[in-house]
Structure formats: C-alpha cells, structure tokens
C-alpha cells in the first residue's frame, strides 16, 4: 500500500521542480529585458538624440556658357548645418556635395573635414564647379530653357561620413544623405533667394 501512495506523491514533486525551475527562468528573461530596456531609456534621455537640421541659405550661378551641350558654370551654395543636440558633437570626417539637375549631376565637390561642437549651427559655404561637364541633349535643351526664363530649379545632394561623439565615447562611422529639392536659383543677382530645407538621411 505505501509503494502505490508514494509513486504520485514523486511525479508531482517533479512536476512542481520544472515549474519551478521554468519560473526562475521566465523571472531571470524578463529581469534581463527590463533592465536592458531601462539603460537604453537612461542613455537615450542623457543624450536626447535630436534630428540635424539641414537648410540652403542662398544660391547663386556664376560664369554660365553652356554650348554644344557641355557646361561651363560655378554654382555657389550657403549651406547652414545645424546640431541641436545638446550632448553629441560630430566629426565630419568627408563631405561630397553635389549640384543636380532633372536627376542628372551638373558638378560635384569636395568639403573640408571639420568637427561640430553641441548646439551649434555652422555655415559651409561652397562652390560647385562645372567644367566642360557632357549633358545628354534634354537636358541641355531644358536648362537653356531655364535660363532664358530667369531661374532654375537644382537638387544639392550631400553625403558625408561622420562619427557622433558623446563624452569620450565615439560611434562608428555612418553614412549622412541629405538632400535639398528644389532649390530655386536665380540667375540674375537682383531676386532674393528662398530658403529650402533639406531632407536627412542617416
Ligand atoms: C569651358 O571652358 C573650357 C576652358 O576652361 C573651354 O575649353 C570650353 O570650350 C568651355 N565650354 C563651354 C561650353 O563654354
Ligand atoms: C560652431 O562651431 C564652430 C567650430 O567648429 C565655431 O567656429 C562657431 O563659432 C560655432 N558657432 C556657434 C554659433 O556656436
């Protein structure tokens, strides 16, 4: 008689062991996630990672010839870079800018690497030289078109490789697209430039 009560009693000794066990390990996962989850909140409310603000501040076209459909021409950019962020500088290690028109690239140029401190606004200034560039023959016809009407409407593509540093940690290198549709220029220096604000990438 005593042989057929202790059978049950140990299977559900065991059976109350792996619940037991499967609790420690639900407790032990869920532990985890929430403290995983706490530090990326601590760490993303000291940084409060904030959007770069990109925006075109004046255009101009200088020495335009286009002939034969090749282009001469200087396009000259105010660009402001704007970090709002507070704790996170950024090393912009290269910078490509380039002036495009009816998705074909006009010219193409090359910034000075720099670092840009927290909360600051900075102002590249840049010109884009086209020298003898081949356009196909729309594209050739459509800009003598703009510029006898007075102004034309460019894309200002930038790419650049940076690296965001916080405190004494520093981040990989990350691929910044921006890109500034339409920027309407003038030919003529006499009308205003309209600011345009750009689309970011990252
Ligand atoms: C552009 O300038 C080069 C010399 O710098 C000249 O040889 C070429 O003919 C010019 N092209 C146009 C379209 O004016
Ligand atoms: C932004 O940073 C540059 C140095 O990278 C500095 O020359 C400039 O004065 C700063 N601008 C502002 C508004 O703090």
Redesign the pocket.
Known sequence: MPTSTAQPSTATATREKHTGLFRCIAFFLLALIVIVGITVLVIWIVIKPKRLVYTIEDGSIKNFNLNNNHLNSTFNFLIRAHNPNGRASIYYDSIEVSVAYDDQTLAFNTLEP????TR???RLKTGIVAENAALSGSVSKDLRVEKASGDVELDVHLKAKIRFKVGIWKSGHRTLRILCSPVMVHFSKSKSFQRTYCDIDL
């Open positions: 720099f670092h840009q401190p600051n606004v900075t």
